[in-house]
């Protein structure tokens, strides 16, 4: 499990459920500019800026791989499905850019 740190603040850390549907990441607000994402329970596909994941598309993350994101339009345009039958669950931190 790779980390980064970055000069930020952490702003919020939720939880989100990622199932058959598309979804994205809630409680955006326009002052972040980053996020770590950490895949838990179940595989994942996700996209940006207009690819819209799918069974067959995007990139797959597994249970255990961290994602980071950084940039105001990557963050807005991410998009999140499962991998499989089986819903995950991905842990999250919205970050902004440290004061």
Same mark, same amino acid.
């Given at each position: 499990?790779? %980390?980064?740190?970055?000069p930020r603040d !952490?702003? $919020?850390?939720?939880? =989100?459920? #990622? +199932?058959? /549907? ?25 996209? %940006? ?5 799918? !069974?067959? $598309?995007?990139?797959? =993350?597994? #249970? +255990?791989? /961290?994602?980071?994101?950084?940039g105001y339009n ?26």
């Amino acid at each position: 499990m790779d %980390f980064t740190y970055s000069p930020r603040d !952490a702003i $919020t850390t939720t939880k =989100l459920a #990622v +199932g058959s /549907t598309v979804v994205a990441l809630s409680s955006l607000k326009n002052n972040h500019d980053m996020v770590l994402c950490t895949i838990e329970t179940a595989p994942i596909r996700i996209g %940006f800026g207009g690819l819209t994941p799918a !069974a067959t $598309t995007g990139h797959r =993350l597994d #249970v +255990g791989d /961290t994602l980071t994101v950084e940039g105001y339009n990557q963050l807005y345009s991410l998009r999140m499905i499962r991998d499989g039958a089986t819903s995950a669950v991905v842990n999250y931190t919205l970050q902004f850019p440290q004061k």
